[in-house]
């Protein structure tokens, strides 16, 4: 029976109890915890595979793109099956994948938010009304269903060391000038535990390659100021190809303080933002199929480089 629920919302509580779970049914998956948040939920860590090359997949940057979560529980599980087996993963033998590379895992980044959208935390409780207030800042922005922010307010994919001041400038611009739901860059970059935690972290793996998982749209952004990354281009053909998805060039207005460009910044490697389905978020779970089906030939094609 799987242990990676895909037919109930995703929680802080779940998440993290469903990784605790996997590490105890396979052994040779682990975890960490990476951080609390300002409103004590943990941010857990789950790692796979032994093997020298390194990866790093993200997911649920934004409260209501929670839905990216699951596809990367999912995948470590049957990935995991796949090891215990004897099998393969996407077309690709597991035992091989396992050698030759160690996927690093954050699937959840804003578990607060989660929390809020999923509705985990209720009407009534201190932090429920705290992001009620927030919300009272931008009225136009449906609650809880648009909400993207962590708790405090800071849109965590707009608080990175990467053309920050520009994030700023253009944000500012939208109307953007305080916490809020959505689009609000904090005070200063990686000035949210959240941030500073996976950013900490992605320095201690020094993976290849990361992904960051969002939603919607079907596409992946793969550049940032026209860095050059070697080999960049041509991995993102690929991942379009078996994906189905299409690669593009990120939006003037939204290319700017994002995890991936600060990795890209950083480190001078691929570095992608995947959005998955389509439609408006939450995306449904009736979509999660799909997404997933679509997503493992990437999950695996990015994991080999």
């Known amino acids: 029976m799987s242990i990676v629920r895909t037919d109930v919302p995703q929680t802080a509580a779940l998440c993290a109890d469903t990784i605790l779970a996997l590490t105890a049914a396979y052994p040779f998956c682990r975890s960490e915890l990476l951080t609390e948040t300002a409103f004590g939920r ?37 990935l995991a099956e796949a090891i215990v087996a004897g099998g393969a993963i996407g077309g690709v033998d597991a ?3 396992q050698r030759k590379v160690t996927v690093y895992t954050v699937p959840m980044v804003d578990p607060d938010g989660v929390d809020l959208v999923t509705g985990a935390i209720e009407p009534g409780q201190l932090p429920y009304e705290k992001a009620v207030s927030l919300a009272e800042n931008y009225p136009d922005i449906p609650f809880p269903d648009g ?29 953007y000038t305080l916490p809020g739901p959505r689009e609000y860059v904090g005070r200063a970059p990686l000035n949210q535990l959240e941030t500073r935690a996976l950013a900490g972290y992605t320095e201690a793996v020094d993976p290849a390659l990361v992904l960051a998982y969002h939603t919607q749209g079907k596409v992946i952004y793969w550049q940032f100021e026209d860095i050059p ?24 207005e939204s290319a700017f303080a994002g995890y991936k460009d600060w990795f890209i910044k950083t480190f001078r490697r691929p570095g992608y933002t995947v959005e998955a389905g389509e439609g408006v978020n939450p995306l449904p779970l009736s979509q999660f199929d799909q997404i997933y089906r679509d997503n493992l030939p990437l999950l695996v094609t990015a994991a080999l480089g």
């Open 42 to 78: 943990p941010i857990r860590t789950l790692v796979i595979g032994s093997g020298p090359r390194k990866v790093l997949f993200t997911a649920a940057h934004h409260a209501n793109e929670w839905i990216t979560c699951p596809v990367i529980l999912k995948f470590v599980e049957e």
């Open 95 to 97: 035992a091989e994948l």
């Open 147 to 175: 909400w993207k922010a962590n708790l405090l307010g800071v849109d965590l994919n707009l608080n990175y060391p990467a053309g920050w001041l520009q994030a700023r400038e253009i944000k500012f611009s939208q109307g």
């Open 229 to 252: 990354v070697p080999g960049a281009r041509e991995l993102g053909d690929r991942l379009a190809q078996v994906s189905g998805y299409e690669l593009a060039d990120t939006p003037y």
